[in-house]
């Protein structure tokens, strides 16, 4: 029998990204049943959790796969958890039910991110996380360009200059949103703009509640509704004097079998 996961962490409540205490909690010889422990962080003060793989047997697959820290260089393993205040570190929560995870909801607003099949022999449970665990980690050592976390973990590094991008032209200070076109749609120029968007957001004087992205080709707007959507922009068709939203009502395709699905987004 293949040992079992044994260590959690978690940030607790009012700990930061960058320099909150990791709590660390560990039972040695006893195995944990998922919904057992479900049942512990339902309880538990805290914002950020990462279900860890320490403890496994040196053959274990887990010991060569990718390194995937969590805040607090905690890695990541089987599962992330989030509650309360704790999303406020996402792009948006449309990524808890469209990512390569199942998303288990609980009470107190709780997000159980469960990143692989625990059932799994350990080299099929690696395979299976992988892309979970470089797009949840804070640190990872492959990078993904999907802008899951709002990098508030970040240090600046000395005498390194802000990185430049341009707002869309127009600024409605009724809905407190910037409008127009986008040319660089790209998932890291959309996880700039989410930045922005997070750190304005009560600006005084400009404050940011979202992005209208517009498009003049109706198939361009299509092709990148769900990326835009993912990111809790507004994309609108405009033709002329004609204005269209197309985001609101859309449906994302269903996250079957999520575990171990590359997201091939355009």
Not at 75 to 90: M, R
Not at 103 to 128: G, T
Not at 140 to 165: D, N, T
Request: hydrophobic share 35%; aromatic share 10%.
């Amino acid at each position: 029998m293949e040992s079992p996961y044994r260590q959690v962490a978690f940030h607790p409540t009012g700990g930061t990204l960058i320099r909150g205490p990791v709590v660390r909690m560990i039972r040695k010889g006893i195995d944990f049943e998922r919904d057992e422990l479900i049942d512990l962080l339902e309880d538990l003060p805290f914002e950020l959790g990462a279900i860890s793989h320490f403890d496994l047997d040196r053959e274990s697959p887990w010991r060569d796969a990718p390194i995937c820290d969590f805040p607090g260089h905690t890695t990541i393993g089987w599962a992330v958890v989030l509650k309360g205040a704790g999303h406020e570190h996402l792009v948006s929560r449309r990524w808890l039910d469209n990512g390569p995870w199942r998303c288990i909801r609980r009470k107190d607003d709780l997000s159980f991110l469960q990143l692989c099949d625990i059932s799994a022999p350990h080299a099929v449970q690696v395979a299976q996380a992988d892309e979970a665990r470089r797009m949840l980690g804070a640190m990872a050592s492959v990078p993904c360009p999907f802008p899951v976390w709002l990098p508030l973990f970040e240090r600046p590094k000395p005498g390194r200059k802000p990185r430049r991008w341009t707002l869309p032209e127009r600024y409605d200070a009724e809905r407190q949103t910037w409008c127009g076109p986008v040319e660089d749609l790209s998932w890291k120029h959309l996880g700039r703009m989410c930045v922005w968007r997070a750190k304005h957001r009560d600006d005084p004087e400009v404050p940011v509640r979202t992005f209208a992205v517009e498009f003049t080709d109706r198939v361009r707007a299509q092709q990148y509704l769900h990326r835009l959507w993912m990111c809790e922009f507004e994309v609108w068709v405009v033709d002329g004097d004609k204005r269209e939203r197309i985001d609101e009502g859309y449906e994302p395709p269903p996250n079957d079998a999520p575990f171990g699905k590359k997201l091939d987004l355009p």
